[in-house]
């Protein structure tokens, strides 16, 4: 009998969630950072700011690669989750928009073009990739214009009611993003040999930094508007609307400061960010189970409760965040 | 599975756990030869958070029901007919001009008393109506500031986790709903468009129905069977949001308890109440008595409880219990579609204009809003006989367009008057006690109102595109008045406390306490009044004044 507060299996569920969340966040604290070249020590306490002198690695093409695969993984990442939600999502909408099909397709192919681009250690741009990322790009700004017709259609407009039920306007950019991180990915692959990666002339490490830290408020604004048409009634709720907003000033400072510096911090909150997207996913588990008839009908619960695949979305762009921290870390270029 | 109607459920130390098939839960029990600190009768929208409340600062207390002890996910069918088992459909006598359809609109039968079936339309009345004598020129004034209330308001809104709309377009400002306005369904947006093309504000009506869980109800999932008791726990009914607090806090709730007469004792004062259970009549000892029992079963009490010391009923030195009945007008504008609008998904009111409550530009007292509607076949069956006339071949075509169909009611606001009252009949009912006469006619400004107010929900439905409109021209629904409260004991039965003039233990915390009933639905009004008199006894005992 709980009037406020849940009892019987949903507290004992929430309970245990909370406590593996606190371990895997120790673990991942106790982690050992991966060491720049010419630091091999590491520190088990992150926060503690240990080597002050800027570290200089030599130029390494392999980091280069190794980050942009790191991309390729993190674009997979947020694709997959965009697969998944936009399909449970639309087919709750009956599809009655043919153009409904669209992100299932761009999706489906940027998590292919991500798979391949996880597995490829090759330099240089794929064209396949660039295409398929370019399209998701596009494809979440289309979804955008989509969603804000069904808004503006509604009585009342732009009001909080049509944010919260009409199609959600912040969703398709989800796409957008995992396309964006793609398609840097490949920028990055195009550097030559031997010199400082850059995108566009700037310093790849802090476009992308720059450009996920934005994602990443983005991500937060959507979560923070659903959040509160759920009344934030778990106070778990508020998880996804502090920690994001802190991971992505942390890697925005970064990627407008000093280079080649190491960031313990950064690098621990971004690391509990992407394990944020998972425990998010589960405390989702938990709150369709809160809906009427729980798990036993999931039919009608997966689509109504809370959308299990959104919230990894978070950890597709911590992935990116600590990939460009990554060469930040190891590419001073001042 | 127990039939709840057979026998009582809250018996042996527990309770029936409404979150559980089958479940209970621990209930404390006290002796009737001991007295009680407080005896509530009734445990709706009054009784439920005075019950809680007083238990929660630590008074004893028993609840008294005549209805059954419900478990809603087991005992609610999905059948209009099968739930009038929560009304209150035992016999009375109706008349006078306009007599007053009894039943789902207007009563309730089970812990929880009528909330277990209301449309969950949870409105704060506007600030002027506490002072409508002086301020507006009808009625008469409530004992009551306004601000005070708007504090007991957001208590109430609170503990019954109101979804409502994140700013609401009328009155003073208000702290934000609990939870998040629902989603709309057809019919609201309808209501949206037509107030749009009136050029009135409207807004997602705010509901006592989760729209996210809470402890451990679901959110809504938008069955329709709302006012058909809600089969999920979304619904925040007494049964589900406060009573099991009660229960945890203490109090006793005794089910299927009809409450016959109030004891008085040599000093006047209330010293117990006879209540029928299981079969023969009993006796509880308190030394308090609170009446919840609405607008008809409280005055009934009060004059059953006559006795040579009080040969007119208790607490009737004013001539005033029973008189001063008010319901509410509830008229509607139907009509049909051309595209599809399934206006049974969701609950029935999810979207309201107030627009002509805080509008005064009209040649008639009091004020009222209209709200989208939803009525399941059964109800709209007897709509389309009832005011369209039809029947046969006429209405099985008509039935097949119920998915098209939508529709606007009002909630109005009618006057006070004396000769509106309940009265007792001679006859009997099961439990040998005499039944109410309930005599009611509609006067010349009720009449002015409703004629305004179908005026303007008819034009707002065609502008809408709503065709085939028609008018429901004779409805009624909510109970107020018949135990007025006020400031002088010769114009009012109870005080701004809720506490009789007459007798100082005894109460009454329910609509009856209304001097005048608004233009809204009563039942958060009654609630946030129950907590602030379950706060202001307990300043009383810490003062020694009770």
């Known amino acids: 009998m709980g009037t406020s507060k849940p009892t019987g299996d949903t507290a004992t569920a929430i309970a245990v969630l909370s406590g593996a969340t606190v371990l895997g966040g120790v673990a991942l604290a106790l982690r050992q950072p991966r060491a720049p070249a010419n630091d091999t020590r590491a520190s088990l306490l992150p926060w503690v700011e240990r080597s002050k002198a800027p570290a200089v690695p030599p130029l390494d093409s392999k980091a280069t690669v190794r980050a942009a695969r790191r991309l390729n993984r993190a674009a997979g990442t947020i694709a997959a989750s965009v697969l998944v939600d936009s399909a449970i999502e639309h087919y709750r909408g009956a599809f009655h928009n043919e153009a409904m099909v669209t992100p299932l397709i761009s999706a489906s192919l940027s998590l292919l073009a991500s798979v391949h681009g996880t597995a490829d250690d090759r330099r240089g741009a794929h064209v396949a990739r660039d295409l398929v990322y370019a399209a998701a790009g596009l494809t979440g700004l289309v979804g955008t214009g989509f969603h804000i017709y069904n808004i503006s259609r509604k009585p009342g407009g732009f009001s909080w009611q049509n944010l919260f039920y009409s199609a959600p306007l912040g969703a398709p950019a989800a796409i957008s993003l995992s396309g964006m991180l793609g398609f840097l990915s490949e920028r990055l692959r195009n550097n030559t040999t031997d010199s400082r990666p850059t995108i566009l002339g700037r310093p790849a490490g802090r476009v992308i930094g720059l450009m996920t830290s934005l994602g990443l408020m983005g991500t937060v604004g959507e979560a923070g508007l659903l959040h509160f048409r759920g009344a934030y009634h778990n106070p778990a709720m508020y998880l996804p609307v502090t920690m994001p907003p802190i991971a992505a000033a942390l890697l925005g400072a970064s990627a407008l400061g000093e280079a080649g510096r190491r960031k313990p911090l950064t690098r621990w909150w971004l690391r509990f960010t992407a394990l944020l997207g998972f425990v998010g996913s589960g405390f989702h588990i938990i709150g369709v189970a809160r809906n009427m008839g729980g798990w036993r009908n999931w039919k009608q619960n997966l689509l109504d409760g809370p959308p299990i695949p959104a919230p990894p979305s978070f950890t597709g762009l911590a992935l990116a965040g600590l990939a460009a921290l990554g060469l930040l870390e190891d590419h001073p270029d001042d | ?546």
């Open chain 2, 1 to 546: 599975m127990s039939d709840p109607l057979a026998a009582p459920r809250a018996i042996q130390g527990r309770a029936p756990d409404v979150f559980r098939e089958g479940g209970w839960v621990e209930m404390r029990e006290f002796s009737e030869s001991e007295a009680v600190d407080f005896v509530v009768i009734g445990t709706g929208a009054g009784g439920g958070p005075l019950i809680t409340r007083l238990a929660e600062q630590g008074f004893s207390v028993v609840g008294f029901d005549a209805g059954p002890y419900f478990r809603p996910l087991e005992d609610f069918a999905s059948d209009e007919t099968a739930q009038n088992q929560l009304y209150w459909l035992d016999e009375r006598i109706v008349d006078g001009e306009n007599p007053i359809r009894m039943g789902g609109n207007n009563s309730g039968k089970a812990v929880g008393g009528s909330t277990v079936h209301f449309a969950m339309v949870s409105l704060r009345f506007r600030p002027e109506w506490f002072k409508s004598r002086s301020l507006l020129g009808y009625g008469a004034d409530w004992p009551l500031d306004w601000r005070e209330m708007w504090d007991y308001y957001g208590k109430a809104e609170r503990a019954l986790s109101i979804s409502g709309p994140v700013t609401y377009p009328w009155g003073p400002k208000r702290p934000r709903y609990p939870y998040r306005a629902h989603e709309m369904n057809g019919a609201a947006e309808v209501l949206a468009r037509g107030a749009e093309a009136m050029g009135y504000k409207w807004s997602p009506t705010p509901l006592a129905t989760v729209s996210a869980p809470r402890g451990d109800s679901p959110p809504c999932v938008y069955r329709g069977f709302c006012r058909f008791g809600c089969s999920t726990n979304a619904k925040q009914s007494q049964l589900v949001a406060f009573i099991p607090r009660a229960l945890a806090a203490g109090a006793e709730i005794r089910d299927l308890a009809m409450v016959g007469r109030i004891e008085t004792g040599a000093d006047g004062r209330a010293t117990g109440v006879h209540y029928f259970r299981e079969g023969r009549w009993r006796f509880q000892r308190a030394r308090n008595v609170v009446v919840a029992g609405y607008a008809i079963e409280t005055p009934r009490l009060l004059l059953n409880s006559a006795n040579d010391r009080y040969p007119d009923g208790l607490a009737n030195s004013s001539g005033l219990v029973g008189r001063n009945l008010m319901t509410q007008s509830n008229q509607a504008v139907y009509g049909s579609m051309k595209d599809e609008v399934r206006w049974n998904k969701g609950p029935p009111s999810l979207s309201i204009t107030e627009h002509w409550n805080y509008d005064d530009r009209k040649d008639f007292f009091g004020g009222y809003c209209w709200m989208a509607q939803g009525p399941l076949p059964i109800e709209w069956v007897t709509v389309l006989t009832g005011s369209l006339g039809l029947w046969g071949e006429q209405l099985r075509e008509r039935m097949k367009n119920y998915n098209h169909q939508v529709g606007v009611k009002m909630v109005g606001e009618m006057l006070p008057n004396e000769n509106n009252r309940v009265t007792l009949a001679d006859e009997t009912d099961q439990y040998g006690l005499r039944i109410p006469r309930i005599t009611y006619s509609w006067g010349d400004n009720d009449k002015a109102l409703v004629a305004h107010a179908l005026d303007k929900m008819q034009t707002s439905m065609e502008l809408a595109g709503v065709r085939d409109t028609f008018q429901q021209v004779d409805d009624t629904n909510h109970l107020a008045g018949t135990a007025r409260m006020g400031s002088d004991p010769r114009s009012s039965v109870v005080n701004a406390d809720c506490r009789s003039w007459d007798i100082p233990n005894l109460w009454v915390c329910d609509g009856s306490i209304f001097p005048t009933t608004g233009g809204v639905n009563p039942s958060l009004t009654i609630s946030a009044i129950a907590l602030r008199t379950a706060d202001r006894i307990k300043a009383l005992a810490d003062r020694g004044e009770l």
